[in-house]
């Protein structure tokens, strides 16, 4: 994320007026969310929090500004550009992807057309999520994924929000750029959610790398098919594999001879095996790496609402000068192992 005004400017009147004040490190915001008639909420730090009238981060909503129909319906307006009939096709799949990679969360009542949904209507949740890069968080990571036989089919394994996102979008940068112990390869990446790249009107708001070619709010398994039949990718990165087809097109990809880079939710490799559609990637030992992602249990201080007398300087995302108090929290993107095919633990 750039800056403050990159992202408020997507908003309302009175909830840019909200955001302008409010005294929180938009580098570490990760959700803003409207409901109607619901108080206005953000994400920060890995921890939630209510804005006020006058922008103040609170822990309990009784002071939090009640988000209004209108400001919902004016914040569609404007990332719509008042034509929101344009972005139909985008819009009924739950999300719109604005400019500079952030997504935006929709929903609603959906309109359905047969058994499929052709668009939705009556809008009353947004939840705009924000697309942080961590330009070098994959540099421990990428030397345990290649040796001097070439990159390794290497699945990341992470739960919600837990960075793998993040982690995939840095390995892939480094993959394709290339390094000093690895040269630059050709990267395919299927963005089916457009959160890897960040892609806007087809080219990607984030860095991922010289070499890498993107299909962009595809469907994964046809989207690698596509890649592997035009762009002759040496690596397939795809997000959040899980679906039957996803799996015979990864199948397809390593006859072609495609490293494969994706991710998947869990919490380690045994909860992998355990899920039918996995188990038998799991047993061939088709990926060469399991890089097993969690929470990192950390003590911060967090800010009530009640200004102190004294100021102070940034602390985890919200301005000193409240009064502090310790928590303690987990907080997402640590990289707990890194495993070979059959498990063994590498670091």
């Not at 909200?18 to 909420?41: G, H, N, S, T």
């Not at 009784?62 to 988000?67: E, F, H, I, L």
């Not at 330009?135 to 992470?158: A, Q, Y």
């Not at 739960?159 to 750029?177: A, F």
Request: hydrophobic content about 35%; some cysteine.
């Amino acid at each position: 994320m750039k800056d403050k005004n990159e992202i408020i400017h997507f908003f309302s009147r009175h909830i840019r007026e909200i955001l302008e004040q409010a005294e929180v490190d938009f580098e570490q915001l990760q959700e803003i969310r409207l409901r109607a008639y619901k108080p206005f909420l953000i994400r920060l730090g890995g921890e939630e929090y209510f804005l006020s009238k006058q922008g103040e981060a609170l822990k309990e909503p009784d002071r939090a500004w009640t988000v209004t129909p209108k400001e919902i319906r004016e914040t569609m307006e404007l990332v719509g550009k008042y034509s929101l009939y344009a972005y139909e096709d985008e819009l009924k799949q739950g999300y719109l992807t604005l400019q500079g990679g952030h997504r935006l969360g929709v929903s609603g009542k959906a309109v359905l057309e047969g058994d499929k949904v052709k668009s939705i209507r009556y809008i009353s949740c947004l939840n705009l999520r924000l697309s942080h890069e961590i330009i070098g968080c994959g540099d421990k990571v990428l030397p345990f994924l290649h040796d001097e036989t070439g990159l390794k089919h290497t699945l990341i394994i992470s739960p919600p929000r837990g960075g793998k996102t993040t982690l995939l979008r840095d390995l892939v940068r480094q993959i394709s750029n290339g390094t000093k112990a690895l040269r630059g390869h050709t990267v395919g990446v299927v963005d089916e959610r457009s959160e890897i790249c960040g892609c806007f009107q087809g080219i990607p708001a984030n860095d991922v790398g010289l070499r890498t070619d993107v299909m962009d709010a595809c469907p994964k398994a046809e989207g690698m098919m596509m890649l592997i039949r035009s762009m002759a990718p040496e690596v397939l990165a795809v997000d959040e594999i899980g679906r039957e087809e996803d799996i015979r097109a990864m199948e397809t990809a390593l006859f072609c001879g495609c490293r494969l880079l994706a991710t998947v939710h869990g919490s380690s490799l045994d909860d992998i095996r355990s899920k039918p559609l996995l188990q038998r990637l799991a047993e061939e030992q088709i990926f060469e790496r399991y890089v097993i992602m969690g929470f990192a249990g950390q003590r911060r201080r967090i800010s009530k609402s009640r200004k102190s007398s004294e100021s102070g300087e940034a602390d985890n995302g919200i301005r000193t000068g409240m009064i502090q108090e310790e928590s303690y929290e987990a907080r997402p993107g640590m990289v707990r192992q890194i495993l070979d095919e059959r498990g063994r633990v590498l670091c």
